[in-house]
């Protein structure tokens, strides 16, 4: 759908809607007839043409085909957001912009690691399938093997001009990683003729936890008028826990305790999923000509999150505000990385050269909890483990940790040339893209000697654990690790060529031509590895894909445009982690005699149809979109059994997306504002996929037709109504805001037909959430309260028990009732 929903009225859109309004009605009192109008527009009447366009605060300009247009006139499904937009409903994470932007999906787990979806294509494995891009530069990951944990880079959301999030395969403009969509964050570019201030200053206290703080300030002006300008901004996000680890044998104390009647407190790392962040970003741009712009750039950014946000099913009770975690090992997410830019734009008659020169280099070390994955791997089999028992006998402050970091460097090289004849029949773009990247991953299962004789004696009376696992610990302290380092290159042409067959119907034809060749290394070691030293394989791949695109656009009337695409998207292969011997067993249990070295790609086609309308003078905005998505040779992974504890990627099954999306404004009156919008997907594997035969000739089911694709949220709705007036001389709003996101359809893991079938996994709960906001402009600054979660929901959105035979459920849900102000000044 073409634009986003939600309205902020700001002074500077009710000073427009109301010159519209004075002037619409001159106009008719000069009782100048709307067909001579036609013919011969008056001055008053093409005033108020242009004034009744700017009204609509939805058709900001956005430059999601390359160019900068207005939201309302491109034929690409985009929900777009302005900075004034994101300031009056809250918006500071991709969190909730994702709760404002129906047909996506973002889901956070325990981990530390993030898996969006767009219009149900989402995968957790192997390249990305959404494109993340501030400004030029894209900075999603690839999933450098198996143990990789890392989360996209995204940025926050405090001194943005705007995001645009771009849904359907964007392979021609936006190369392999925007295969579902794509995610822009537009920062603001320096002022080369006025002084810009922006600031913000949030305060909010949540309900059963901790204070939240946020702060920013950004400033920008003309060194030199005309010819050089700067902008600087720098932000601080804290952001205040509510949930309460407690290492695992004192919260099994404290709950005996509880329900003895007594009021035992255990030691807790009270509200420990806290986490904090800090931005910096300095641009600065040079006009050295009247036709050349010059921008380096850097932005940095800072994250630590100190806790995972999920908590023990069995230990909790969110309806009275009880969260509680058990994990005995803290876990602790980092995040840094620095993006220096440096953009150049040169104009011409004709077109406009422009060119984006980045570097990426981002380090992400992440420590979690991998206590239950080791007992029930050292087990070799399903072990049932439950809250209250001891998962090792005779050491019940066994604890295991996982210590992964990973480390991203990547080179973009990107060159577009474009006409910029608005009046000519012909327009076109052809770019250039080169990209160098390398990510690094690297997984340590830490633990002693004396912890792990603790582990075999417990489990099988082996009081020394090398008698069991056959080999030593790496340097006394490593169990298992895992180096994978990807190196990938592409290289790619790509154009687009729009002919106006009519004035109002227009054809689009793209293409992009790529090479890519990866070269990835997978080394594993340690006891579970069954070696006491690093070894495995490098291995290259490469490939040359061509994603196409054609549409064509009609422009009904001046406020109704009617558009359909076909597009395809891609995303290239990767290379197969070594498996100890160990996992033989689970191989040949499903369907293999051997692992695949590597997987090969997978790709999509898309078909969609659009409108997007601006009616009755802009007091109605009406946007939808239907689709469906053909994806063939799926990349997934194949769970290999407690034996084992890998997956093996490869080459799923096929699938059919179906779905669509529609968003409609009303404003009946000048001060009122209501909004919804909808979208559904219907996201299911198209056939059968089994693996090979077992010694009874009997080949298990890997994927069963009909079954749902994993993550994908298939209802979303988002609606606001907002009241705008005036008391005592200041411009007052009332806003209310209403989110829900359905419950995820059951998945091949709750197929009991299926080889990965888990009886514990629980299929998640829909999830509902109303907030609320008051706001006052005092000049330049506006003063907002809000609350958030006003009703304090607690819908177990994720419930997740890990591996077979656990049924320690972790619960995921939505943060509490959060009350807070905040005030903002721009000019």
């Known amino acids: 759908m073409g634009m986003h929903l939600d309205y902020g009225a700001s002074n500077a859109m009710r000073r427009r809607l ?37 009204a609509d605060p939805n058709d900001i300009i956005v430059t999601a085909t390359r160019k900068a247009e207005a939201l309302s006139k491109i034929p690409v499904s985009v929900a777009a957001f302005s900075q004034e937009q994101l300031d009056v409903q809250g918006v500071s994470t991709v969190d909730s912009l994702v709760k404002n932007t129906p047909g996506v999906t973002l889901r956070r787990d325990g981990d530390g690691t993030s898996n969006i979806a767009v219009r149900g294509i989402s995968s957790t494995i192997g390249a990305a399938t959404t494109g993340v891009y501030i400004d030029d530069t894209p900075v999603q990951i690839r999933q450098a093997g198996l143990s990789f944990t890392a989360t996209n880079a995204f940025p926050n959301i405090l001194d943005l001009e705007r995001v645009e999030v771009l849904r359907g395969p964007q392979g021609t403009l936006f190369g392999s990683g925007s295969m579902g969509g794509a995610i822009r964050f537009i920062t603001p570019q320096p002022s080369l003729d006025e002084l810009q201030v922006y600031g913000r200053a949030d305060v909010s206290f949540t309900h059963y936890g901790e204070a939240n703080f946020e702060t920013v300030a950004a400033v920008g002006a003309p060194i030199i008028e005309d010819k050089l300008g700067f902008r600087i901004s720098a932000s601080y996000t804290r952001e205040g826990g509510w949930i309460d680890r407690i290492p695992r044998p004192e919260l099994q104390q404290q709950y005996l305790s509880e329900q003895a009647g007594l009021n035992r407190r255990a030691g807790s790392d009270k509200n420990a999923n806290w986490g904090d962040a800090y931005t910096f970003r300095l641009a600065v741009t040079a006009k050295p000509a009247e036709n050349i712009r010059i921008t380096p750039s850097v932005y940095f950014q800072q994250t630590y999150q100190n806790s995972a946000s999920d908590f023990w099913e069995f230990f909790s009770d969110p309806k009275k505000g009880v969260f509680r975690n058990g994990d005995v090992v803290d876990g602790p997410k980092r995040d840094r990385w620095w993006l220096p830019a440096l953009a150049t734009e040169f104009d011409f008659d004709f077109a406009t050269l422009a060119t ?13 909890d991998v206590t239950t994955a080791v007992v029930q791997l050292t087990a070799g089999g399903e072990q049932v483990l439950t809250p209250m028992s001891e998962w090792v006998p005779g050491a019940p402050y066994f604890a295991s940790a996982a210590y992964d970091p990973n480390r991203q460097k990547v080179f973009t090289q990107e060159l577009r040339l474009q006409s910029n004849n608005p009046d000519s029949r012909f327009g076109w773009l052809l ?31 082996v009081p020394n654990y090398v008698d069991f696992f056959g080999v030593p610990l790496i340097d006394g302290q490593i169990a298992y690790q895992t180096y994978d380092k990807l190196i990938d290159k592409q290289y790619a042409a790509f154009g687009e060529l729009n002919y106006k067959i009519l004035d109002n119907l227009t054809v689009t034809v793209g293409a992009r031509f790529s090479k890519n060749k990866l070269v990835a290394t997978s080394l594993q070691g340690g006891p579970y590895a069954g070696t006491s ?3 495995g394989f490098t291995a290259s791949q490469s490939e040359s894909p061509i994603t196409p695109k054609f549409n064509i656009s009609w422009q009904a009337t001046p406020d109704s445009l009617l558009y359909a695409t076909a597009s395809k998207g891609f995303r290239g292969g990767g290379v197969n982690q070594p498996l100890p011997d160990r996992c033989d067993a689970g191989l040949a249990d499903a369907g293999f005699s051997e692992p695949p070295d590597s997987y090969d790609s997978d790709s999509l086609w898309s078909y969609e149809v659009g409108t997007k309308n601006r009616l009755f003078n802009n007091r109605l905005s009406l946007d939808a979109s239907a689709f469906h998505i053909d994806w063939t040779g799926i990349q997934n992974a194949v769970y290999i059994g407690l034996g084992c504890n890998r997956s093996v990627v490869f080459n799923a099954a096929n699938a059919k997306i179906d779905g669509f999306d529609i968003a409609a404004t009303v404003r009946p009156v000048d001060n009122l504002t209501v909004a919804a919008a909808a979208g559904y997907v219907n996201a299911k594997y198209s056939d059968d996929l089994l693996g090979g035969a077992d010694a009874n000739g009997v080949q298990p089911l890997i994927i069963a037709k009909g079954d749902s694709i994993p993550n994908v949220t298939p209802w979303s709705v988002s609606a606001s109504v907002q009241y705008d007036t005036v008391l005592a001389g200041k411009d007052v709003y009332l806003r209310g805001e209403y989110q829900y996101a359905g419950r995820k359809r059951p998945s091949t893991i709750n197929n009991p037909l299926a080889a990965s079938y888990n009886a514990n996994a629980i299929p998640d709960a829909a999830s509902n959430e109303f907030n609320l906001r008051l706001g006052v402009a005092l000049g330049d600054v506006d003063l907002t309260a809000y609350v958030d979660n006003v009703f304090d929901a607690t819908p177990r959105y994720r419930t997740s028990s890990g591996d077979a035979g656990n049924t320690v459920f972790r619960g995921f849900t939505l943060r509490p009732r959060t009350v807070g102000v905040t005030v903002s000044y721009r000019r």
């Open 18 to 54: 109301m010159a519209s309004v004075s002037i619409a009605i001159l106009t008719l009192a000069l009782g100048t007839p709307a067909a001579h109008a036609q013919d011969a527009p008056t001055e008053a009447a093409a005033q108020a043409d242009d004034q009744s366009a700017m």
């Open 356 to 368: 984006n020169t980045s570097y990426f280099i981002r380090s992400n070390p992440n420590t979690y």
């Open 431 to 461: 770019g250039l893209f080169y990209q160098h990247s390398k990510g690094v991953s690297e997984d340590f299962v830490l633990g002693d000697e004396t912890t792990f004789n603790q582990l075999t004696n417990g489990l099988f009376g």
């Open 533 to 535: 030293t690093l070894s």
